[in-house]
């Protein structure tokens, strides 16, 4: 028999949808279109309704492309190659034409993505000729005007969010306003006049603001702050959109139609798994897009490559049990309320469930091993999206749950091998007084030591801006110093010395960098342009001003290698490795010191993600494969006449 353990009972609290108030209408989001064994992302429906354009991939590497459906149900038909990254599909109201984001521009096959034109046959919806490239610089969002004439799009550089106009038959672009310090940003669209253009940013502080400038020229100006990601509603932008979400980085659970003041009109709750967007065709609602499928964990042995199944289900891997007998997984329930962790045993025994309450974030991040699992809840009033969170480890055999950190910064930290914990402790970051330090912590009693101390303003290289390696008392890391990327090395309080350096420039990226389990060795990684540039080991020298050898090993594929484990004696690697960016990853087996070409343990990474087992014996990924994919529709248009 299975258990079950409560950590926090669920209530009505757990409830995401705001409950009606006086004169606020609660409206129904409508399913339009559906497809068998497909993936449908990012779906927009045509301005006559009869047409939904959205992104697929097939689970290979040949890229995602368009492909488009009569939204009567009929089957689906591609209107793009394979080979390149098709994405964020929009239609021009005049219903003969789409805008969408690609990589078929790059001819070096980088992951920079540029605005493209494709004609579209109103009767019948196949595409008229060839895609046209609009942008002559890469872009992250773009938005075509009601007249069709004008696509206006995002440039970011340091930080620094630019907002520029160009025709849409392409040609000179012009600057219309620019945001500095954004993390994120999104919602770009035209009001129906097309007399200015909209978008939100998020930055540091906890707060998204939502902007408008004018298509002609003139001064940015600010329309409003929220918690939340917040738009226009295209068709009158007297009315805002206020999407609802229960952590940073994840899909809208629902959505509220404002005034400008806050006066809530009308709400909408988005059924499971559905990612919600502005491409409703009618510029008056929300479309969005589902996909449910068949879910597994699966475990591959590294000596032979077998993989067999584990669990079927939407669980996620998150860490072994020391003596690799079971492994703890994760999964939302089926309303979302609450979140289970679980043990699961490999040979089929009794299973132990953990519930914990949501919302929480970065469940499991801190630990590859267990018994303990960790988590992260999050005072949105006090720290916003970007600040610190609560920091929590709870053990799966008994439910017991420890606070371990009040306020733990933001950081991408990993231990020695590639591990997420450093032996048996944990690493997180904190802010004490004017300085910001790294600690180890013991899961179990909530112990910390201070491994070492930064000033309040420290950055490296990565994704987080505090990416570190840890063995014991030593860390490594990145930062950029001119037009290098230096290694540098830090031994408890001692000063950090610089140990080696590699190039660094616009449109490079640190994907690797990971401590041996001696400690001595770490692996270096880089993508240019969106590609891999290979794996480099750096041995790092006793005496300080010793030059560092380096061996340089080329990863023959594009992708590579944002994951690294080495193996316990530091002969190689497993690694996460691709020829495309989308569809499945394969895991691979890198030799260091024998030479010879990586060894592909499994193609079947939908996920990109492993966790490896404490004796490198074996890792568990998650298998996910397409099942009905579906496009909703809610449309606002019917509450206006009484506001």
Request: hydrophobic content about 35%; glycine content about 12%; proline content about 6%.
């Amino acid at each position: 028999m299975d258990s079950m353990i409560r950590v926090c009972a669920a209530s009505t609290a757990l409830v995401l949808s705001v409950l009606p108030a006086s004169g606020q209408q609660t409206v129904t989001m409508k399913q339009v279109f559906s497809v068998d064994s497909q993936m449908v992302l990012q779906s927009s429906l045509s301005p006559d309704g009869r047409w939904v354009v959205y992104v697929s991939d097939d689970g290979t590497d040949h890229g995602r492309r368009l492909w488009m459906a009569p939204a009567s149900g009929s089957a689906p038909w591609p209107v793009t190659t394979e080979g390149h990254t098709d994405q964020m599909p929009s239609w021009f109201p005049g219903g003969d034409r789409i805008l969408f984001l690609s990589t078929r521009s790059d001819r070096r096959g980088s992951r920079k993505q540029f605005a493209m034109v494709l004609d579209i046959e109103r009767s019948t919806g196949k595409p008229r000729g060839a895609p046209r490239q609009v942008t002559l610089e890469p872009t992250e969002g773009a938005a075509g005007s009601p007249d069709g004439r004008w696509v206006g799009y995002t440039a970011r550089d340091d930080g620094r969010l630019r907002v520029k106009l160009v025709p849409a038959g392409g040609g000179t672009a012009r600057l219309l306003g620019e945001v500095p310090g954004v993390l994120q940003f999104g919602g770009l669209t035209f009001d129906a006049t097309g007399r200015n253009l909209y978008f939100f940013t998020t930055g540091p502080q906890p707060v998204t603001k939502l902007w408008k400038v004018p298509a002609a020229g003139g001064s940015l100006s600010l329309v409003a702050e929220s918690e939340d990601p917040v738009a226009i509603l295209p068709g009158d932008p007297r009315y805002l959109i206020r999407f609802e979400r229960s952590a940073p980085y994840v899909p809208a659970t629902s959505a509220r139609l404002t005034t400008l003041d806050g006066k809530v009109i009308a709400q909408v709750r988005f059924p499971r798994y559905v990612v919600p967007n502005l491409n409703s065709g009618s510029a008056w609602g929300i479309t969005g897009s589902q996909v449910r499928g068949a879910g597994e964990v699966r475990v591959v042995n590294i000596a032979d490559g077998t993989t067999r199944t584990v669990v079927k289900g939407e669980n996620w891997p998150e860490a072994w049990m020391p003596d690799g007998s079971a492994l703890i997984t994760d999964r939302a329930d089926n309303d979302g309320g609450t979140f289970l962790v679980e043990l699961v045993p490999l040979a089929g025994h009794e299973r132990k469930t953990v519930i914990l309450q949501s919302p929480l974030e970065a469940g499991g991040w801190a630990t590859s091993v267990g018994p303990f699992y960790s988590y992260r809840t999050r005072d949105r009033k006090a720290s916003g999206w970007t600040g610190p969170t609560k920091f929590y480890s709870v053990d799966i055999r008994n439910g017991q749950s420890r606070l371990l950190s009040s306020a733990a910064e933001g950081a991408a930290l990993g231990g020695r091998g590639g591990f997420e914990n450093d032996a048996d402790r944990w690493l997180y970051m904190e802010m004490a007084g004017d300085k910001l330090e790294l600690r180890s912590v013991d899961p179990a009693t909530g112990d910390f030591r201070v491994v070492r101390s930064f000033p309040k303003s420290f950055r490296t290289l990565g994704s987080s801006g505090r990416n570190l390696g840890v063995r014991e008392n030593r860390a490594t890391w990145l930062e950029q110093q001119g037009d290098s990327a230096v290694l540098m090395v830090g031994d408890g309080q001692a000063p950090a010395r610089a140990v080696t350096s590699f190039p660094w420039g616009p449109g490079y990226e640190l994907i690797t960098s990971s401590p041996s389990w001696s400690g001595n060795e770490i692996a270096v990684g880089f993508m240019v342009d969106g590609i891999s540039t290979g794996i480099t080991i750096v041995s790092i020298p006793t005496n300080a001003g010793s030059p560092a050898r380096r061996r340089h090993i080329p990863i023959e594929m594009k992708f590579c290698c944002d994951h690294l484990v080495w193996l316990r004696d530091d002969s190689g690697a497993l690694a996460i490795a691709a020829r495309n960016n989308n569809g499945s990853a394969s895991l691979i087996e890198i030799p260091f010191r024998t030479g010879g070409a990586p060894r592909v343990l499994t193609q079947d990474l939908t996920e990109w993600e492993f966790v490896a087992s404490p004796d490198l014996k074996q890792a568990a990924f998650s298998y996910y494969k397409a099942g009905v994919g579906s496009v909703w529709q809610v449309d606002f248009r019917s509450l206006m006449v009484s506001h």
